[in-house]
């Protein structure tokens, strides 16, 4: 992923490592982060059922690129954040 602003990153790096383990492993745990997680990937499938079913073709070839350049970044967003977890998951997220 091009990372934006290092700045930025600095400081979420330094905010999650200031959290406790105990309260790390609680909310990567807990039912709302599941739900979280589950939801994005349902959301992931829902694009590409969206896509099979052809709701991103517009009536010009111009107005089709921008409706699948739009689902196409908010995939790649979810798909992100999903990274994200799963690194905070396996404890690798910020480890270098």
Do not use: C
């Not at 939801?39 to 694009?47: E, K, P, Q, R, S």
């Not at 107005?63 to 990274?83: F, K, M, P």
Request: proline content about 3%; cysteine-free.
């Amino acid at each position: 992923m091009n990372r934006g602003s290092s700045e930025l990153y600095d400081l979420a790096e330094e905010a999650f490592k200031s959290v406790p383990e105990s309260e790390k492993e609680a909310w990567l745990k807990s039912p709302i982060t599941r739900s979280l997680r589950y939801t994005l990937m349902g959301d992931i499938i829902g694009f590409h059922e969206s896509w099979q079913n052809g709701n991103f073709t517009g009536p010009s070839s111009d107005e089709t690129a921008q409706l699948n350049a739009r689902a196409l970044g908010s995939v790649n967003a979810v798909e992100d954040i999903l990274a994200w977890l799963d690194d905070a998951l396996a404890g690798d997220l910020y480890n270098d």
